[in-house]
């Protein structure tokens, strides 16, 4: 059955679109390992924080002040910085270990929200071989003197000083919240994103009743979560010639098929792989395989937005019409 799978995705030439994204499977050596067997064609590590990176300055910050008003003698007593490595040298460990052992690209994650000196670790990213970076950017903006565009433009910041600090591709993960998609996306793109990675998941916080606590959620994807990034994939495709990846409910084949319909170069998979495990990807790459033999594709770029915005037949579904049509259509069951 020869059908090319492959994908452009940030410049690299994926085997297929099928990528690991970030998440508990990418963030271990053996697992790691598994993925490249079962035929992931690229693996995303799990996003180093900038407040992990920051609270390793202050450590290392307070370890030299105390330094300095310390007696030769107590000097002795120090703890050598190597002797517990830090979670940013883990990470640069990881990201070593991983390019040593795989042969498929590589792209670490650096995770923040303001210009600070966190963005230097793009370097060292680029030092230890990635391939790419994904950098998600996860701002929640609480002061209401900041207006819509001051929030996109600390977004284009942030881009435009990571990229200007390596030569390896960025693609920027941002979620969905906001007003005008099609203008912020181009702006990234300007300020040297070569791709977007839509949505990040936004994890909204619960309440614990019995605590009165603000506590964390994490529940695995829907299958029903692909459509806010499928309608944007097809919307976003006409209009920028950078990487769309897919993330966000791609849960079975015909997810990958429906998003690369409307025009993703990469659909970035996380709960799936983690509820029936790395050897899932396997049966994926073989159904998506068989899916474009029986209806006649040569390869993946054929089918890639043949069912974008401007391409679909029916383009006014994805904006209000689909609405008025779905609300008016209701009957209970
Ligand atoms: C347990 C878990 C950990 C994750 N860790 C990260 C992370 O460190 N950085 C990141 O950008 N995304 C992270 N994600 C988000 C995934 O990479 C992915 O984008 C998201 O889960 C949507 O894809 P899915 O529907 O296939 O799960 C995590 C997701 C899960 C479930």
């Given at each position: 059955m020869s059908v090319d799978l492959t994908s452009q995705y940030l410049g690299l030439t994926l085997k297929h679109p099928i990528v690991a994204s970030a998440g508990p499977l990418t963030g271990e050596l053996d697992s790691l390992c598994q993925l490249e067997q079962a035929g992931v064609s690229a693996v995303v590590l799990p996003s180093l924080f900038e407040e992990q990176i920051t609270r390793d300055e202050q450590r290392i910050h307070s370890l030299y002040e105390y330094q300095t008003f310390s007696t030769a003698e107590s000097l002795s007593y120090f703890p050598e910085l190597d002797d517990h490595r830090s979670i940013p040298d883990h990470y640069l460990g990881l990201l070593a270990s991983a390019k040593k052992a795989l042969s498929i690209p590589v792209i670490p994650s650096l995770n923040g929200s303001t210009?600070?000196?966190?963005?230097?670790y793009a370097k060292s990213f680029a030092d230890a071989g990635a391939d790419a970076i994904e950098l998600n950017i996860y701002f929640v903006p609480?002061?209401?003197?900041?207006?819509a565009d001051d929030v996109e433009k600390r977004y284009a910041d942030l881009v435009a000083t990571v990229s200007n600090a390596v030569s390896i591709p960025i693609a920027v993960k941002i979620g969905?919240?906001?007003?005008s998609l099609v203008n912020f996306v181009p702006r990234l793109a300007a300020a040297g994103a070569r791709g977007v990675v839509l949505?990040?998941?936004?994890l909204e916080p619960d309440i614990?009743?019995?605590?009165l606590r603000i506590v964390p959620q994490l529940v695995l994807s829907h299958r029903n979560e692909l459509r806010l990034p499928l309608r944007w994939i097809a919307i976003l495709r006409d209009q920028v010639r950078i990487s769309l990846g897919a993330t966000s409910g791609v849960h079975l084949v015909e997810d990958v098929i429906k998003m690369l319909l409307v025009g993703a170069d990469a659909c970035l998979l996380t709960s799936s792989l983690l509820r029936?495990?790395?050897?899932?990807a396997e049966e994926l790459v073989k159904k998506l395989r068989e899916w474009l033999h029986l209806h006649e594709y040569d390869s993946v770029e054929q089918l890639?937005?043949?069912?974008?915005y401007h391409n679909?037949?029916?383009?006014g579904n994805l904006e209000r019409a689909n609405y008025m049509k779905a609300l008016v259509s209701y009957t209970s069951d």
């Open positions: 210009i600070g000196g966190w963005t230097r609480t002061d209401p003197r900041m207006t969905a919240q906001f007003s949505f990040n998941r936004y614990d009743l019995e605590t029936h495990g790395p050897a899932y890639k937005g043949s069912m974008s679909s037949p029916d383009a």
